[in-house]
Nanobody
Framework: QVELVESGGGSVQPGGSLRLSCVASGLTYSNFHMGWFRQAPGSEREGVAG???????LYTDSVKGRFTISRDNAKNTVSLQMNSLKPEDTAVYYCAAGRTVWGTFLSPESYEYWGQGTDVTVSS
């Protein structure tokens, strides 16, 4: 049974930082590309960052230069370092794993398995 468990969410002031982590189990982790998505209230789920099996990365424009995605195949983890956070980054953040890319790493269709999500609130 595949399980993705996110951690690291919380509340932070604008300009602050958070680091999200996701631990995967029940799969051959190195065979999967990994991604982070977010969903704000009243909005659709949005692809934030993705990382391929080889380590190639892709970011949505609004987070480029502020967020960094990384993976550790030895620990079955993917992380999202978020700096210079803005109120518009407030959302539930989800970790996802997939084997086939349909479109890009930021397309929800490219992912088979999803975590339960972790809340990120950016507010003064």
């Amino acid at each position: 049974q595949v399980e993705l468990v996110e951690s690291g969410g919380g509340s932070v002031q604008p300009g602050g930082s958070l680091r999200l982590s996701c631990v995967a189990s029940g799969l051959t982790y190195s065979n999967f590309h990994m991604g982070w998505f977010r969903q704000a209230p009243g909005s659709e789920r949005e692809g934030v960052a993705g990382i391929g099996r080889s380590g190639v990365t892709l970011y949505t424009d609004s987070v480029k230069g502020r967020f960094t995605i990384s993976r550790d195949n030895a620990k079955n983890t993917v992380s999202l370092q978020m700096n210079s956070l803005k109120p518009e980054d407030t959302a539930v953040y989800y970790c996802a794993a997939g084997r086939t890319v349909w479109g890009t790493f930021l397309s929800p269709e490219s992912y088979e398995y999803w975590g339960q999500g972790t809340d990120v609130t950016v507010s003064s």
